[in-house]
């Protein structure tokens, strides 16, 4: 058994360890209720806007979807346009479980499932948002062109629309042929779910292109191509900007229950170790009286 001063010194430790884990538990509390609020601030017009961008679509008959095709890419030309673009969101910190092996298991499952050719065929980048994943990625040899890690530190809808701008501009120049993102989606406290979107080309739900067939009632003024031209970039930073809200609030969340559960681990080692601890003296003192009373009776003897 080990000594008193041995297990004094862990039960410091311990509790230093609870109590910083408590700490940072709180601290995520705060940032996944900050987040939260953010992203019910923007939902409503989110979810407006989202709502007119795909019905607009709708509107079009075949023959102008063509044209929304078009739009979609101005160099539409299949023999330049080559690569696949993944988005993948990590954190810029760990202590938060299974958050960030997860987005790049998962992302490692996609390219050797779907993407395996284009990677052969160095048709493949991938950009980062997130330190963990970027040195994962790194080891892995995998071709990583792009990092966007300071977007986490110092989040702001500005520079998200700034890296949306980059991505549509990089896609109509036929530089790639689709860009995915990928990231944790914010279910609930508890879960979260591994999810991806395709960013590039716009595609509508497969709710929608079920009733393309029906009539909208929408009169378009000026036209149809100054609305899609003034549309079209703010639905992007609009689904970038929710992608990039979902996934620091998945982040925190998962901080949040890894840190409670820290706590949790804490307090119950500091029961035992505070058993042990009373075991430990209580076998000292009893061995102090053994001692005591062997020398009273050496004593008497004499």
Not at 18 to 47: C, E, H, W
Request: glycine share 2%; charged share 20%; aromatic share 10%.
């Amino acid at each position: 058994m080990a000594n008193l001063k041995e297990i004094r010194t862990r039960i410091e430790t311990v509790q230093s360890t609870g109590q910083i884990t408590t700490a940072m538990r709180m601290v995520s509390a705060s940032k996944l209720r900050k987040n939260q609020q953010s992203f019910s601030a923007i939902q409503p017009y989110s979810d407006a806007l989202l709502s007119i961008s795909y019905e607009i679509y709708a509107l079009l008959n075949q023959e102008e979807q063509s044209y929304f095709s078009n739009f979609n890419n101005v160099n539409n030309d299949k023999n330049k346009i080559k690569q696949v673009l993944l988005v993948v969101f990590s954190s810029n910190k760990g202590l938060c479980g299974a958050f960030n092996a997860n987005v790049v298991k998962y992302t490692n499952e996609l390219i050797n499932t779907t993407y395996q050719q284009d990677l052969k065929e160095g048709k493949l980048h991938i950009l980062t948002v997130g330190k963990k994943a970027f040195e994962i990625f790194e080891k892995q040899g995998l071709p990583v062109i792009s990092q966007q890690h300071d977007l986490l530190n110092h989040f702001n809808f500005k520079d998200v629309g700034y890296l949306s701008s980059q991505l549509f501009e990089m896609y109509q120049k036929g530089t790639y042929k689709k860009i995915i993102l990928i990231y944790n989606k914010f279910k609930t406290i508890l879960t979260q779910e591994l999810n991806t979107l395709q960013f590039l080309p716009v595609l509508p739900p497969s709710s929608l292109k079920k009733n393309l067939s029906q009539p909208v009632d929408f009169i378009m003024e000026p036209d149809k191509e100054t609305i899609l031209r003034w549309l079209y970039p703010k639905m992007l930073e609009m689904v970038l900007y929710r992608t990039f809200l979902e996934s620091m609030t998945a982040e925190e969340s998962a901080r949040m229950i890894a840190m409670q559960q820290a706590s949790d681990n804490a307090n119950i080692l500091l029961k035992e170790l505070k058993l042990s601890y009373n075991k430990a003296r209580q076998a000292a003192i009893t061995n102090e009286l053994l001692e005591i009373i062997a020398g009273s009776e050496a004593l008497s003897n004499h």
